[in-house]
């Protein structure tokens, strides 16, 4: 059950993920969370650094698209500026839109990895689609909150 819960990458945020760290993982392509993942739920727009991070990976020729389990408005918002395909509502751990979220941008799984941080939606959802799972420290104090809830219900599933 651990195994199964556990992310194969463990990075302190998105920026930990270069053009670089992605050939040498084999990862082509990429299907991001939004909520303190890329930004902080709270967070409205990206920032510059956000914008620099998107358009580095982009201009490497890794294709993005962001799945989040937040509303349309929430999604929109943040992702329009960055030009980026983005689904909202994604019902994470459901493989459903994440697998949506490839197809749209031609993402073969054995290439492509989720990142997100939140085991319980973003590294399960990734290991529903056979596909990488790489989990970052929560971005905003909401998310660590979060991230705690879950460990700690990760405790409660291995005691089963
Ligand atoms: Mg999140």
């Known amino acids: 059950m651990l195994k199964y819960f556990g992310a194969d990458v463990y990075l302190d945020s998105i920026y930990g993920l270069t053009p670089e760290l992605l050939e040498k993982l084999g990862i082509r392509a990429l299907i991001m969370d939004l909520d303190n993942t890329v930004a902080a739920y709270n967070t409205i727009l990206p920032d510059d650094k956000v914008m620099e991070w998107f358009k580095t990976l982009r201009q490497a020729g890794i294709p993005i698209a962001v799945v989040s389990n937040n509303s349309e408005a929430r999604v929109s918002r943040f992702c329009l500026p960055l030009g980026i395909p983005h689904f909202w509502e994604g019902g994470k751990p459901s493989p459903r839109i ?20 939140k085991l319980l939606t973003d590294v399960w959802g990734a290991r529903r689609c056979g596909i990488t799972a790489i989990l970052v420290k929560p971005v905003g104090g909401r998310g660590i909150i979060n991230y705690i809830r879950h460990k700690h219900k990760l405790k409660e599933v291995e005691k089963k």
């Open 98 to 117: 994440i697998r949506k979220a490839m197809e749209e941008i031609g993402a073969k799984p054995e290439y492509t990895a989720m990142v997100g941080d």
